[in-house]
């Protein structure tokens, strides 16, 4: 048996990030150590944690760089403040009772450490090596993180050496934005004018998108790097090449025609989870959508009630009822046959004063186009309607509390 262990502590080019392994001598860690405590890989020398010299830590413990060794210097920064403080973390989590002291002896354990060519700081290469040992240690004799952690966690936190958050559905409502322009200069105005919220999805309409390509998409990205952005091609054959296309220009969803045959829509919704990215199924004019729905083997990630823009201008320019959600069908029913972690999003004419309703009713995603981007102030729209919808996911989450629980005492919970 072993187990793993991870952990990133500090900050700059200091910063220490260790992975390891601890497992029995006489089991396959054991055989790991030994083959890598032989190997003369150049740069990459693993060398024991010692506490100081001649005074190995137990568990015998071998360190392994993760970054070329390329001269003295870089040398210096692991058989001094990283030797020492791997050594050191090991022996305290004995001692602290991490590690059961009856079983160190039998143990060994195996650390890789990363060291910026660049960091000078020899307290500080001591200092973060330590703690996130001993932090991997404890997780690794923890079996952290659980399976429900991870789930949980998986669309909430962001990479620090990434850059950039990429944004997940996990917890709705959202507003989106329907971008159905054919001007560049509007398309970059109203952008910029859109508040800086999670809960807001850009969408590239489908004008938008015949004007000015696909490529559309990367030009949104970089007026917003961390923004939800929805290609809507109304995708009606060959849905997975387009699929393909709207995720290469960096799309994190796709819209697709539900007048497409049951074959093309299955065929571009399993693209779209090839590709990491979520399928959205367009049911606007399409008859009977929930029998159509139920024929597919493979349900879209997001399923679109949409109402016909042009249809609606008709009936108003007639004075005649444009009608409420009730037209939409239950969305209740819709999401038993989606199934679990589904969203569902309305789209035609909402108002903020429908968006109560929209919810009441059970949809995910509220779709506003013409409110929003034929508004003067655009801001102003857009918060008419953020005010029906919750606070971003995290808002008032603090930084770090993400990790492990701490476990008080009965008395002082």
């Avoid at 700059?12 to 030994?34: Q, R, T």
């Avoid at 506490?51 to 015998?60: A, F, G």
């Avoid at 660049?118 to 090596?129: G, P, T, V």
């Amino acid at each position: 048996m072993y187990n793993i262990g991870e952990a990133l502590i500090g900050s700059g080019n200091e910063l220490a990030h260790i992975d390891l392994v601890i497992g029995e001598k006489n089991g396959p860690v054991g055989s790991a150590f030994v083959e890598n405590m032989t190997s003369l890989s150049i740069g990459h020398t693993p060398l024991l944690a010692v506490i100081r010299p001649n005074l190995p830590t137990k568990p015998s413990t071998l360190i392994i760089p993760k970054v070329t060794v390329g001269c003295l210097d870089d040398a210096n920064k692991i058989f001094g403040p990283a030797q020492t403080a791997v050594g050191r973390a090991v022996a305290d989590a004995v001692s602290e009772g991490i590690i059961d002291k009856e079983k160190a002896e039998d143990l060994v354990i195996m650390v890789t450490v990363f060291i910026h060519p660049e960091a000078k700081d020899f307290r500080k290469i001591y200092q973060y090596n330590y703690g996130a040992t001993k932090l991997a240690l404890k997780r690794a004799m923890d079996s952290y993180p659980s399976t429900e952690k991870v789930t949980a966690e998986k669309d909430r936190g962001t990479h620090p050496v990434m850059g950039f958050k990429v944004v997940r559905l996990w917890n709705p409502p959202y507003l989106q934005v329907a971008l159905d322009l054919d001007s560049m200069e509007d398309m970059e105005r109203i952008i910029d004018s859109l508040p800086n919220r999670e809960r807001i999805l850009i969408e590239a309409g489908t004008p938008l998108v015949k004007k000015f390509g696909v490529g559309i998409i990367s030009k949104i990205r970089e007026l917003r790097t961390d923004a939800f952005i929805i290609a809507d091609l109304k995708t009606l054959d060959v849905g997975r090449i387009e699929v393909k296309i709207a995720a290469d220009e960096t799309a994190d969803a796709v819209a697709i025609s539900g007048l497409g045959t049951p074959e093309s829509i299955q065929k571009a919704v399993q693209e779209a989870s090839k590709q990491g990215i979520y399928s959205i199924l367009d049911m606007m004019n399409v008859d009977n959508f929930v029998e159509k729905l139920k024929g597919l083997k493979y349900k879209p990630d997001i399923l679109l009630l949409h109402r016909n823009v042009d249809l609606e201008t008709y009936k108003a320019e007639k004075g005649e009822n444009l009608g409420d959600m009730t037209e939409w069908g239950n969305i209740k029913e819709i999401k038993e046959i989606l199934g679990d972690n589904r969203l569902v999003a309305v789209a035609g004419g909402i108002t903020p004063d429908k968006v109560d309703q929209a919810l009441g009713s059970g949809a995910d995603i509220i779709v506003v186009g013409r409110y929003i981007i034929g508004s003067r102030d655009v801001r102003r729209a857009t918060d008419d309607f953020l005010k029906y919808l919750p606070q971003d996911p995290d808002t008032m989450r603090l930084a770090l509390e993400e990790d492990e629980p701490l476990e008080l005492n009965d008395d002082k919970k």
